[in-house]
Structures are given as C-alpha cells and as structure tokens.
C-alpha cells in the first residue's frame, strides 16, 4: 500500500512512462480509500489535457494565407500640411 507521496508521485510517473501492474494496482486500491489523491488524479488529468493545448506544432493553426487577388491601388491622397 503506497502513501500519498508514493500514489502521487506514480501518477505522475504513469503519463511519462507505463505503470507496472504491481503499481497500477497498488495505486488504484490507494485512490479507492484517498479522496485526497483521487483529486490529485483528477488535476493532473485537467493539467495534462491543458498543457497540450500549449504545446507549439502540434496543431495545425490554419493561418490565412495570403490571398489578395483585387490589387487595391495606393491611395496617396493623404497629404499633412506642413
Ligand atoms: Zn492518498
């Protein structure tokens, strides 16, 4: 059975690298007993899903191309009297 520090610490570890099934299972029976660590679980969740939102590259952002095909003409009526 895990503490707290332990249960946190493999959740975290378990979105970098896989979880082994001892530690999978002694998560899990800690998180049926630990409220506390069940809403650190749901956090890091939320987090996780929010960093990947700010990760640069990963979605195509469809920027908008340059297409200007009307050529509008300079307008140099501006003059500033000086
Ligand atoms: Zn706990």
Redesign the pocket.
Known sequence: MP??RE??RLMSEARERGLTAVERVALRV?LLM?S??RNFGKQLHFLGAAMRVYVPGENGDGNEANSDTTSAPPDTDLKTGG
């Open positions: 503490s707290c249960s946190t800690h630990c506390a660590c």
